[in-house]
């Protein structure tokens, strides 16, 4: 099975651009961006930027490609979803892990240069919150693993009911959420919800829940891609 599923794996190959190249791509320029700004501007206060994460929308893209464009030419080629499946998260944890790594990496490498000599703050914003190196990586994979997940759902979902289906699940995700922040509003919770946060180990909001919800879009994911047609 191993061998299935490796060999199967290779039909992403062609798409190691989208991958690999274009987050690299993407990541460089929402860096060097915000360091010219920031090494121009010469100030002595912390520059956050959150443009680190515009790599989570390629990361994303890929894996609508992957449930809409890529499972349809395997099933094609006599590929059973299940190894399809597999194969799709060997790619993935490869590209998680590796991003994680990097990311992780980079964040020790700004907080040794003092914000790259700007005092920026890119890749470090998990260490706002923690200074546990551990919890900082843990970080960084479970967010990646979240957008993994949620683009493997977001392209089952497509490849299953179409456009239809993507609107619908827009629809029902902003209505929750709309129901959730009004009730919160008309109980008073907000400052439960805060304190929640600020009081639970760092790691169970930053890498729990997000790891959490990952496991649930990929349990959704595999439900749709065991119905989806070709």
Known sequence: ????????????AV????LFAW?????????????????????EDR?????????????????????????????????????YFLATLLVALTQIVGFGVLLWGLSAAEQATDGWGVNMV?????????????????????VLA??????????????????????TLG??????GGLAAILVTWQRWWPEVGHWFTDSPRAVPMVL?????????LGGAWTLVRRATA
Do not use: K
Request: hydrophobic residues 60%.
């Open 146 to 167: 979240l957008i993994a997940a949620a683009g493997l759902l977001m392209g089952a979902i497509q490849q299953r009911w179409r456009v239809t289906g993507l609107y």
């Open 209 to 217: 829940v997000p790891a959490v919800l990952a496991a649930v879009c």
């Open 47 to 83: 520059n956050m930027t959150g443009s680190v994460y515009s790599i989570l929308g390629i990361a994303l893209a890929f894996y609508l490609v992957a449930m809409t464009q890529s499972l349809p030419f395997a099933l094609g080629l006599g590929v059973t979803r299940r190894d």
């Open 122 to 142: 890119m890749f470090g914003i998990p260490a706002e919150f923690t200074d546990n190196r551990l919890v900082q990586l843990g970080t960084f994979l479970a």
């Open 1 to 12: 099975m191993i061998a299935r599923v490796l060999s199967v794996a290779r039909i992403h």
């Open 15 to 18: 798409s190691w651009p989208l």
């Open 23 to 43: 987050p690299l791509g993407v990541l460089t320029a929402a860096f060097a961006i915000p360091w010219v700004i920031f090494a121009l501007v010469d100030t």
């Open 171 to 176: 629809a029902v995700v902003l209505v929750l």
